[in-house]
């Protein structure tokens, strides 16, 4: 029987390198869209996040028994004898408890702002984009400590 010398279908080895570069491709996608997703984003963001910080921060407040102003630092003392310090380092708003921690709080600020009175809170945010976001929160029981 003559043997025929026809080399038109694909070997075990080209079939399993195509297979291993569409494994490759398919692997890489999600690495693609998040770069992708990540390129229009817009500073809604920002003022998302800053709404998080102010929502989370609401609990603090209400939890706090005395309230310090001192430039851009915020010091609270809760009933459980914890002192807590929100203050900017570069541009980030960072939080510690005790002197002890660097919890970062948000990012992207350019400055921050507290006005306190006898029964409101002010917390005042601008990001480096020009953004700004802005709450008060009623305070109840609070005092001022030096």
């Given at each position: 029987?003559?043997?025929?010398?026809?080399?038109?279908?694909?070997?075990?080895?080209?079939?399993?390198?195509?297979?291993?570069?569409?494994?490759?491709?398919?692997?890489?996608?999600?690495?693609?869209?998040?770069?992708?997703?990540?390129?229009?984003?817009?500073?809604?963001?920002?003022?998302?996040?800053?709404?998080?910080?102010?929502?989370?921060?609401?609990?603090?407040?209400?939890?706090?028994?005395?309230?310090?102003?001192?430039?851009?630092?915020?010091?609270?003392?809760?009933?459980?004898?914890?002192?807590?310090?929100?203050?900017?380092?570069?541009?980030?708003?960072?939080?510690?408890?005790?002197?002890?921690?660097?919890?970062?709080?948000?990012?992207?600020v350019e400055?921050?702002?507290?006005?306190?009175?006898?029964?409101?809170?002010?917390?005042?945010?601008?990001?480096?984009?020009?953004?700004?976001?802005?709450?008060?929160?009623?305070?109840?029981?609070?005092?001022?400590f030096n």
């Amino acid at each position: 029987m003559p043997r025929s010398n026809n080399v038109n279908g694909f070997t075990l080895l080209e079939s399993v390198f195509s297979l291993f570069i569409l494994m490759v491709i398919i692997a890489m996608m999600p690495l693609l869209l998040k770069v992708t997703a990540g390129l229009d984003e817009d500073n809604s963001s920002f003022i998302f996040k800053a709404n998080l910080f102010l929502e989370q921060s609401a609990v603090e407040i209400r939890k706090a028994e005395f309230i310090h102003i001192q430039g851009s630092k915020l010091t609270m003392l809760n009933y459980d004898g914890e002192e807590i310090l929100y203050e900017l380092n570069g541009e980030t708003l960072r939080r510690r408890v005790n002197g002890l921690g660097h919890e970062v709080l948000l990012q992207n600020v350019e400055s921050v702002s507290y006005t306190h009175t006898s029964t409101t809170l002010t917390i005042n945010v601008l990001d480096v984009m020009g953004e700004q976001v802005e709450r008060t929160f009623l305070v109840y029981n609070t005092g001022v400590f030096n």
